[in-house]
């Protein structure tokens, strides 16, 4: 009997579904990772899932950048990153960390974007960005190329850098690495992990408590802030990416590729970026809240390394947590646009 496939990829998802009912995802999550699919391994979220959310009214925009997956990146996919892009002026970029999404940015967007042109990217893996299914094709150095493709493909210059969280586990590295293109830091509730011992007791306690969360195919609620799953509009935003535990890898796999040890793959990478950046010259601003038990003791270490930190006022932002922009984001953005202004 002969056997005609007319669409390309039919015989990997007859062998992905499967292998999907081996493992235990339902068939009604089968049918969501195989209806979104848009090419062997890679996701995209449904336009709808995104549909009327709270406070998000920015339009969608999207640039395709070519990433390596896989141990030694042995295939180069295209993978498409979204992205807010508001205002005019000096870019603004703001990244964000785990398990979140440009949303987390929402209420600082407006008030930024009233003087400078304010850029928010969605990581692979989150937002309304591309989604590998499988946590092996995740890595920092993939993220780290994704993240300076993006730069380069939208060609942004004299950039102040505004991240938190995974946005500065990268940002700090690209701030080092990027120097002609980066003007201005503001450092938010984040740390440089070098693999030598940095990372606190309550973060190893996360990541530990996030692979226990974790397991294959079962569901999760996502959720940011002090209200975080108390809300339901925050829970439905945070949650929008994730259809089902099939597209769940990327946030499964950003607490684990933090570098522990000296011999981490990223190790490399940040420790060089601190040697850079201790030799920072340009505007720094150290901003952390006052609730933020998992990575604010990074606090002082970030003041001491970024010279150029002593020269801003110390601000704290008063009852945020770890997530300060859901927490207190128009505070934030009033802060950022006084730092911004005081080194026109």
Do not use: C
Not at 53 to 67: G, K, R, S, T
Not at 82 to 107: F, I, N
């Amino acid at each position: 009997m002969n056997f005609t496939y007319k669409e390309p990829f039919l015989l990997a998802k007859v062998f992905l579904s499967l292998v999907i009912s081996l493992v235990g995802i339902s068939h009604t999550q089968a049918q969501t990772l195989l209806a979104n699919e848009i090419r062997p391994g890679v996701v995209r979220t449904p336009d709808q899932r995104f549909e009327n959310l709270q406070d998000y009214p920015f339009a969608a925009n999207y640039i395709d950048v070519q990433i390596e997956r896989g141990v030694g990146g042995q295939e180069r996919v295209p993978m498409r990153m979204h992205y807010v892009d508001e205002g005019q002026g000096e870019v603004v970029l703001m990244l964000h960390g785990q398990p979140t999404w440009s949303y987390l940015y929402r209420k600082m967007i407006p008030i930024v974007a009233r003087e400078h042109r304010v850029i928010a990217p969605d990581w692979i893996g989150f937002g309304k960005s591309d989604k590998f299914t499988r946590e092996a094709d995740y890595s920092f150095q993939m993220h780290f190329d994704a993240a300076q493709a993006f730069i380069e493909a939208l060609d942004l210059q004299n950039v102040t850098l505004v991240m938190q969280d995974w946005g500065g586990f990268l940002g700090l590295p690209i701030a080092a690495h990027m120097l002609e293109r980066i003007s201005r830091l503001v450092v938010m509730n984040t740390a440089l992990p070098t693999g030598y011992g940095m990372m606190t007791p309550s973060w190893f306690a996360y990541r530990d408590r996030t692979r226990q969360q974790t397991p294959f195919g079962e569901e999760r609620v996502f959720a940011a802030g002090n209200d975080g799953s108390s809300n339901p509009e925050n829970v439905r935003a945070y949650s929008a990416p994730f259809p089902d535990p099939s597209f769940y890898a990327g946030p499964n796999t950003f607490p684990q590729i933090v570098p522990m040890r000296p011999m981490d793959p990223a190790s490399a990478i940040m420790l060089h970026s601190a040697d850079v950046l201790s030799q920072w010259s340009k505007p720094a601003l150290v901003m952390f809240s006052d609730g933020d038990v998992v990575l604010g003791p990074h606090e002082e270490y970030l003041r001491r390394l970024l010279p150029t930190s002593a020269n801003e006022p110390r601000i704290v932002i008063e009852g945020a947590g770890h997530f300060l922009q859901e927490d207190k984001g128009e505070v934030v953005a009033e802060h950022i646009m006084e730092f911004i202004a005081r080194h026109q």
